[in-house]
């Protein structure tokens, strides 16, 4: 049988010296010899049960968890039962940890994409996260919309070639022409855009917005407050539902 000291043991098991001392003080794992000089030998048994604390350790029992199980006489039934527990425990912490992440993505994905706005209590972050889910909304009511203006330009379109009367057709451009006005007007009186340079929260003239360059997000356009034309991030317009 090997002998080892308390440096060797170390070495053979990727722990500190002080981890070793700590056990044979918390009378865990006790040298199976002593000398003198305090010369401490330990064998392979000692190994192994080092081997043991530490997987022990590592699946996430308390040092009282794991002296219960060595001092047992029924030590596998007693680890079983703690290990249950800490099972329990892990998935318990894994299911609120799916939950944060999930908060999280939330909170990320619904905060505007603007360094300059500050917040100060957990109502502001309430506020964004209602703006955008109401943008959102404006949003779902824009692609609604436009399927269906698009049901109606090819149904009617194919109407046409296949019957050969383009009445049906005409009128449905007619449609989809009022509602395309209508989809626009509705767009842009339910948004408003943050300036990234001052902060300034505005309203663009019409064809300012109609034809600025925008992306998902945001638009370029230029800031009444300060004058600098930016791509201003797409708001959710509060005031015009207050006046509601």
């Not at 004058?227 to 991030?233: A, F, M, P, S, T």
Request: charged share 25%.
């Amino acid at each position: 049988m090997s002998e080892y000291t308390t440096g060797e043991l170390a070495k053979l098991t990727q722990v500190s010296v002080r981890t070793i001392q700590y056990y044979d003080k918390k009378n865990l794992l006790k040298p199976s010899q002593i000398f003198e000089n305090g010369k401490r030998i330990y064998t392979d048994n000692d190994l192994n049960k080092l081997k043991l604390i530490i997987l022990l350790k590592n699946l996430g029992l308390s040092l009282k968890s794991i002296s219960e199980i060595l001092e047992s006489q029924n030590s596998m039934k007693v680890m079983n039962l703690l290990l249950e527990q800490q099972l329990k425990g892990l998935r318990a912490q894994l299911k609120t940890s799916k939950e944060q992440i999930k908060t999280i993505e939330g909170l990320r994905r619904d905060l505007p994409q603007i360094d300059q706005i500050e917040i100060k209590d957990i109502g502001d972050i309430e506020n964004i996260m209602k703006n955008k889910k109401s943008l959102r909304k404006v949003h779902m009511k824009m692609i609604i919309i436009g399927i269906l203006m698009d049901f109606v330009e090819i149904g009617t379109l194919v109407w046409a070639i296949v019957k050969g009367n383009w009445v049906p057709f005409i009128i449905g451009m007619i449609l989809v022409l009022l509602a395309a006005t209508w989809i626009t007007r509705f767009y842009y009186q339910n948004t408003n855009y943050i300036c990234p340079n001052c902060n300034t929260e505005f309203k663009p003239k019409f064809w300012a917005a109609f034809w600025g360059i925008h992306n998902s997000r945001a638009r370029k356009l230029v800031c009444p407050a300060c004058g600098q034309k930016n791509y201003c991030v797409e708001v959710y317009d509060e005031k015009r539902e207050l006046a509601r």
